[in-house]
């Protein structure tokens, strides 16, 4: 059984989340092994994302299940959580016993003030690479590409970029095979309008 946790907080970036939300709840669904994805807050009031969308958490931090993997997202709220130890602290010690620690775009701000960057090659949107280049002085911040792995660490670049990260990791947890059947029920094959041949 794989568990993998998504933390959530007020002003996160809604695709940043969603997107891989929808990528591993299709790959879990019908599994025997009870593999499963849960939202986790610091509390269990409804969170208010970015765009207006809000969501109900499912745990908050004392009653979260322990988990596999954790997924930390984007959005304007990371800059205001960078100073939230509480969450931060949850972070740190959840991640150290997790077999992947992940984010979308800026959620790699967390995964640097909780500890998880230093030495490793990281990426976020392409808006925020020299923000966390000043930051994660550490680390190398790569640009231009979708997701990067470095060890168990898995950082995507901004936004949609989610879905691709969460699609090569799904292919990690439950072979690759899996992974395609899942991109092939999301209908996922990009052709973006103005940049693709349709």
Known sequence: MTTIGMLLFDDLEELDLVGPWEV???????????SRVVSIAE????IKCAKGLEIVP???????????VVLVPGGEGTRRELENQRLLAWL??????????TSVCTGALLLHAAGFTSGKRITTHWAFVETLRGLAKDATVLSN???????????AAGVSAGIDMALWLTGQLWGVDHARTT????QYDPAPPYAADV
């Open 24 to 34: 591993f709840t299709m790959a879990a669904k019908g599994r025997e092994d009870g």
């Open 43 to 46: 509390k269990t009031a409804p």
């Open 58 to 68: 499912g745990y908050d931090l004392e009653n979260a299940p322990e988990l596999d």
């Open 92 to 101: 740190r010690k959840t991640g150290a016993e997790c077999d992947w620690v």
């Open 145 to 155: 590409v979708r997701y990067v792995r470095d060890g168990n660490v898995v950082t």
């Open 183 to 186: 991109q092939r029920m999301m």
